[in-house]
């Protein structure tokens, strides 16, 4: 067999695997796209966003954008909430004696919750006195 045999046929081995690559990659998008688009996903994603938009309303009822947070033990479900939550307007801190409030997700069956869980915050006020607030 020639060079010019080999690499027309080398050039031709490329271009089958190019279009099979092609092909598959068209197809998974296409699978993507429509497991995206499903009534499940787009449910599931509503939920997800009215939950977060839920616990970021208690969290503006609760902290203020100068404050400090401090978690105390929370699981790492929490953590991730919370900084979700108020990431973007308050500051966290794992420094008891840095923050002026204390935020815990509590979990409930009642009334205003947000899916079963909802915002308590211990805040400090100057001249030391305690205030315990739930959420709204």
Known sequence: ???RARMALGGAAVAVLSLLALASTALHANHSETVLNSARTVASAERANGYYACMTAQ???????NDVVYMPRPTLDQWATVI??????????????????????????????????FLVAIIR???????????S
Not at 89 to 110: F, Y
């Open 1 to 3: 067999m020639s060079d």
């Open 84 to 117: 979700k939550v108020i990431g973007g307007w308050a500051h966290e801190t794992l420094d008891l004696h840095a923050a002026n409030v204390a935020l815990s997700v509590q979990r409930s069956h009642g009334p205003r919750t947000c899916n079963g869980d």
């Open 59 to 65: 969290a503006h009822s609760l902290i203020g954008t």
């Open 125 to 135: 006020q100057p001249g030391g006195h305690l205030i315990i607030k739930r959420g």
